[in-house]
């Protein structure tokens, strides 16, 4: 079987596990917390559907980077709030239950939103925009693999606690193991394309990482702790969405490796951030 074939179902896997984890993990009482500050949520919503997405356009079309690094960033552009948010909120001594209740809101929201906001962002990309990319099929894809595990899980820690601890160390590790399988096949496969990807592209990744945090930062409130949660929310793209866009729609792509070298450098900036910030009390 080649790598290609099985990026696909190690993709899904990855996903819906990471997933089910985030609702085995999170209380009702979190998300309906979120729910009681409006303006923070409205807040956050400008600055990951609307305010990211436009600024990391921008940096593509200031690189004027290749087409196909390009739709990468676009599709990560379009995915908030990676599920391992909270816990780089948790190091960096941010407000927890802030960064979970605002990832599950904003995992819901990306199932229907990111896929159009995808097909926005195309538009205004030169040489993205007669993509083929099937925004119904996507939606659906995204409804199986993020909302379905994501229902679950939330019912299963609502219904019967006990087990959902239970179940959230397993699920968790496997999903993460998975994850690593399926980016060392990809980066083994297309490792001279990775190493050909230079210093423009990964200094591009850096402000596209850089920029959206600080906005998010900027519009987390008055408290330190929920800048802390609503920043790195916002800075740390969602790496699940992203590569399960990449591998539905660019299979056999540089986009997918694109993908996975962006989430490469948010994840290692979002820890340098976090681990800065937990020797600074909020």
Same mark, same amino acid.
């Given at each position: 079987m080649s790598v290609d074939a099985l990026i696909r179902p190690l *993709? #899904?896997?990855t996903v819906f596990g990471l997933v089910l984890g985030v609702g085995l993990r999170v209380?009702?009482?979190?998300?309906?917390?979120?729910?009681?500050?409006?303006g923070m949520v409205a807040r956050s919503l400008l600055a990951n559907f609307v305010?990211?997405?436009?600024?990391?356009?921008?940096?593509?079309?200031?690189?004027? /980077?290749? *087409?196909?690094? +390009?739709?990468?960033?676009?599709?990560?552009?379009?995915a908030p709030f990676a599920p391992m948010a909270p816990a780089f909120v948790g190091i960096g001594k941010g407000n927890v239950h802030v960064a979970a209740g605002h990832m599950v809101i904003f995992c819901v929201l990306a199932v229907f939103l990111t896929p159009p906001l995808c097909r926005l962002l195309f538009t205004m990309l030169p040489g993205a925009g007669e993509v083929e990319f099937d925004v119904g099929a996507i939606i659906v894809s995204l409804l199986i693999t993020v909302f379905a595990p994501l229902a679950i899980g939330l019912a299963i820690h609502e219904f019967a606690p006990k087990l959902a601890a239970r179940l959230l160390r397993p #699920?968790?590790?496997?999903? /993460?193991?998975?994850?690593?399988?399926?980016? #060392?096949?990809?980066?083994s496969d297309q490792h001279e394309e990775l190493s050909a990807l230079g210093v423009i592209v990964f200094s591009a990744m850096i402000l +596209? *990482?850089?920029?959206?945090l600080a906005v998010g930062y900027a519009l987390g409130g008055p408290g330190t702790d929920t800048r802390r949660a609503i920043g790195m929310g916002t800075g740390v793209r969602n790496l699940g969405i992203g590569l399960l866009i990449a591998t539905d729609s660019f299979a056999g792509t540089p986009v997918v490796l694109a993908v996975l070298a962006y989430s490469l450098v948010l994840i290692l900036l979002g820890l340098a951030h976090a681990a800065y910030w937990s020797r600074r009390a909020p």
């Open positions: *993709t #899904v896997i209380n009702f009482s979190e998300i309906v917390a979120a729910t009681r500050n409006p305010i990211a997405p436009l600024a990391i356009l921008g940096i593509a079309l200031i690189f004027e /980077l290749p *087409t196909d690094v +390009s739709i990468g960033m676009m599709l990560m552009a379009a #699920v968790n590790v496997s999903s /993460l193991v998975i994850l690593v399988v399926a980016v #060392v096949l990809i980066f +596209s *990482t850089e920029i959206p």
